[in-house]
């Protein structure tokens, strides 16, 4: 299972830090992403993290957003600075390729210009 939070209302340029908590046995091993759907739009990845600690960002999030684990917690994170407008979505967590079974709620970010 995995739960999403940290999400809310923001200004454009400012920050907020996502976290999704995981439970379970395979944290540690699998490869964590963190996805966003816009309204009216699809679900994108935009940054995943290996086990091991490399990452990988989609271009539009690339220098502002930090993805982040700490296995020891099971918890994955996304550090998002110079937000705009248009990182208004409901941001999701997952596994690399996600599973249907562990889409959560997500977690709403609005991002005011």
């Known amino acids: 299972q995995l739960v999403e939070s940290g999400g809310g209302l923001v200004q454009a340029g400012g920050s907020l830090r996502l976290s999704c908590a995981a439970s379970?046995?395979?944290?540690?091993?699998?490869?964590m992403g963190w996805f966003r759907q816009a309204p009216g739009k699809e679900r994108e990845s935009i940054a995943h993290?290996?086990?091991?600690?490399?990452?990988y960002y989609t271009d539009s999030v690339k220098g502002r957003f930090t993805i982040s684990r700490d296995n020891a917690e099971s918890t994955l994170y996304l550090q998002m600075n110079s937000l705009k407008p248009e990182d208004t979505a409901v941001y999701y967590c997952?596994?690399?390729?996600?599973?249907?079974?562990?889409w959560g709620q997500g977690t709403q970010v609005t991002v005011s210009s």
């Open positions: 993290i290996y086990y091991w600690g490399s990452t």
């Open positions: 997952n596994t690399i390729p996600p599973r249907a079974e562990y």
């Open positions: 379970g046995r395979t944290f540690d091993v699998s490869t």
